[in-house]
């Protein structure tokens, strides 16, 4: 029998669209971290999360990110370098009044600076709120 939370918490790496056998990095890593999200996310990949030295070539990039972090156009950039064609970048932010908020025009504004379409947003844990980035469809794709 599962428990209610290891259920809120695997639903979690679904819905961030996380499936098994993904190459998921993460970039940003802190302390302050949601460390059952990324427990969540381990248990649906069946392994371990890599780092941002990684040579691999990546599905899903979790990039933790917080006020003081620097240029989010330049991670961003960097973050794109090893995704897959149609991976995702999500955007993690500390919650509004939480400790290195990020205002979300500061993510809508660096977006397209870099290439990228913002999809969707949504609570990651209890402190972090994700925003899905993609490489935006070309016009013949869309058809």
Known sequence: MVAAGDADQSSVAERLGIKPEMVVQEIGWDEDVDDDVRAAIEEQIGGDILDEDADEVIDVVLLWWREDDGDLGDALIDARGPLEETGVIWVLTPK???????????????VPAVGLAQTANMSV???WIGT???SPKSKSKQR
């Open 96 to 110: 509004t009044g939480q400790p290195g908020h990020v205002e979300p025009s500061e993510i809508a504004e660096a």
């Open 125 to 127: 844990g209890a402190n």
């Open 132 to 134: 899905r980035l993609v």
